[in-house]
């Protein structure tokens, strides 16, 4: 139904192109997971259900959030619109709110910890992102204002039309998905305390997603310049900076990180929102502007993987 987004035939019938990559992400989520769970029988049996939960759960969640909070689907919201999914409309953190609901109820069933099965979803989530966030470059998602610096106007990083330049966030969004897929595989590998995964999911691809949100200018799920889905970004990274201070000084003896940790996550979010209206409302340059924005992200991922290193040591002496 868009005329932007790519289509092929098969066997009579037009199918998307955003659509294949969104099957082949469902595919690489599912062999992630199950690959990871691969040891342990009660972690297979979970992983089965979560696996077979998190397909509907995904796309329902990943509709209803698009069609609740995308302020140009509002004037059409009702129930035949929110089921015709041939108009296209989804949300990448309802998908995700959806698998992490059946990793949930999947370890539940299958008798396993919560954190545990959390912590393979999220290394599932970033190989379904990979294929998904490539699709959207045979859709009209997943660019950037129009260039101005000339910087990577002729690389493989800019695409055109017949008027500008503009960023292909999409790659971008691809290649930190996968950086941040091996970083995650790695921490499994080395350190499977349950929940580290998690909080160091929500640290880095909330932090990056918050980057990559602000870089996108396609009008996806957008209240002029701030997107529903950049303000859910920083929630997920700022909440777990919140979360590891509240865990440091519910141990006690854990000094002053925790408590800076807390105390900044609210002038954090006062910062973000402030560089993303210079970068939008203000003539300072871009290359100016996003340097203060990755500055203004760099510390609580600091303080973020801080306070997951000293859970480490607690853990070593505990064991």
């Not at 099957?23 to 040891?39: D, I, Q, Y």
């Not at 009660?42 to 969640?61: D, M, Q, S």
Request: glycine share 10%; net charge positive.
């Amino acid at each position: 139904m868009w005329d932007e987004a790519v289509t092929v035939q098969a066997a009579g019938v037009r199918v998307y192109v955003y659509g294949i990559a969104l099957m082949l992400g469902c595919w690489a989520g599912l062999a992630v997971l199950f690959t990871l769970s691969r040891r342990s029988l009660k972690e297979r049996n979970a992983a089965a259900w979560a696996g077979a939960l998190a397909l509907p759960l995904g796309l329902l969640f990943a509709r209803l959030a698009f069609c609740l909070l995308d302020p140009n689907f509002r004037p059409f919201l009702n129930l035949r619109n929110v089921l015709d999914l041939r108009t296209g409309g989804l949300s990448m953190y309802g998908a995700m709110a959806g698998m992490g609901l059946a990793a949930w109820l999947g370890a539940r069933i299958g008798g396993v910890k919560p954190l545990r099965m959390l912590d393979l979803a999220c290394a599932a989530f970033l190989a379904f992102l990979i294929p998904a966030r490539l699709g959207e470059g045979f859709t009209s998602l997943g660019i950037s204002r129009p260039l101005t610096t000339g910087l990577l106007d002729n690389t493989f990083l800019a695409q055109r039309d017949a008027y500008d330049a503009y960023l292909r966030t999409w790659l971008l969004e691809a290649v930190v998905a996968l950086g941040l897929l091996l970083l995650l595989l790695a921490s499994l590998r080395r350190n499977p305390r349950p929940g580290r995964a998690l909080m160091l999911f929500c640290l880095l691809y909330g932090a990056a997603q918050t980057l990559m949100e602000s870089l996108r200018f396609d009008g996806h799920m957008r209240f002029s310049f701030i997107g529903v889905q950049q303000v859910l970004s920083a929630a997920l990274f700022l909440g777990a900076l919140v979360v590891l201070g509240v865990r440091a000084l519910r141990r006690g003896k854990a000094g002053p990180l925790p408590i800076a940790g807390i105390a900044a996550a609210p002038v954090i979010a006062a910062a973000l929102v402030g560089v993303e209206f210079l970068i939008d409302r203000s003539g300072m340059g871009k290359l100016a502007s996003y340097a203060l924005f990755l500055a203004v992200l760099a510390l609580p991922v600091w303080l973020g993987a801080r306070m997951i290193r000293m859970e480490d040591r607690i853990g070593q002496v505990a064991d």
